[in-house]
């Protein structure tokens, strides 16, 4: 337990680190002394740009490694999280039926839309992967993978259909990106990040005897239907109020819980906090990266993570057992 919790001390450190540091590196490096110095144009591009962009990354980063713990607890399966269970697809497709039908032009309505997405998506997956005994994991992955199909399908049938502006929104949004101006976006995430923190560190006794299996979690009274439509529920909500502001980002709910599951604790007391920190710190400096590798050109932080992922998600098919 010291070990666990001298390792989730040194992931504060480096979410701290990343929350001072990353503001101030971009395609033009700012002066903090700048900024504060009286710097209309530093200070501008720090408090306005690109401290909003860092929490929004923490926030995010945070939201989703949380949602893939749940999943991958809830279902016993490393490879379980929103993206490839269609969740953030079902997402996606709500919010571009709403850029389609005008909705979108309120954040209110785009997270709505959203919401119901990653909801329905999210139910359809556990309704086709239930069965009497449990849950099947090729079952699960295949529904994901069948819903994931589907819903790009109808993305694509809206877009083929779109005007030109709407069109471009939407591809460009489907990239999934943190871009933001002021702290409207941080405002609305936040409250879902730290939500899904306390809705899984409440769970956190019937997470961990879910580790041993369904049959002997239940002798122990968990109740396995609550404990799935809570996290099913909770999680699509969250999927839903971040797909509504950044688009759909994939594969850190992969990456982040596998890796600290295996380097941390398999307790969720530990776990659940290390996911929150170290999520939002791996999505902060994937979008630095994004942001300065190609510099003055940015690379939408959805398309780096998702090659990260791909080749990660490869990596754990042919290692599990």
Sequence with gaps: MKKASRKLL?????????????PLLGSHAVSLADALGGDSTAATILWRIRLPRVLLALAAGGLLALSGLGFQT???????????????????????????TGLADSLLGLAVASFLGALAAGA??????????????STLLLA?????LSASAL?????YFADPTKTFRMVRWMMGGLAVVG????????????????????????????????????????????LRWWILGGTSLAIGSLVAVAGPIGFVGLIVPHILRRTVSQGHL??????????????????????????PVEIPVGVLTALLGGPFFLWLLLTRR
């Design 10 to 22: 040194l992931i504060a450190v480096v979410w701290l680190a990343v929350l001072v540091v990353a």
């Design 74 to 100: 809830l279902f016993r399966n490393p490879l379980a999280e929103p993206y490839t269970l269609g969740v953030s697809s079902g997402a996606a497709l709500g919010a571009v039926i709403a850029i389609q």
């Design 124 to 137: 359809l997956v556990l309704g086709l992967a239930m069965r009497r005994q449990g849950i099947e994991t």
């Design 144 to 148: 994901g993978i069948s819903i994931s």
């Design 155 to 159: 993305i694509l049938f809206l877009q």
């Design 183 to 226: 702290y409207r976006e941080v405002a609305w995430l936040l409250p879902w990040a730290l939500g899904a923190a306390a809705l899984l560190f409440f769970l956190r006794r019937e997470l961990d005897l879910l580790l041993t299996g369904e049959e002997l979690a239940a002798s122990r009274g968990v109740d396995l239907s609550r």
């Design 270 to 295: 530990i776990l659940i906090p290390a996911c929150l920190l170290g999520g939002g710190a791996f999505l902060a400096l994937c979008d630095l990266a994004a942001r300065t590798l190609m510099a």
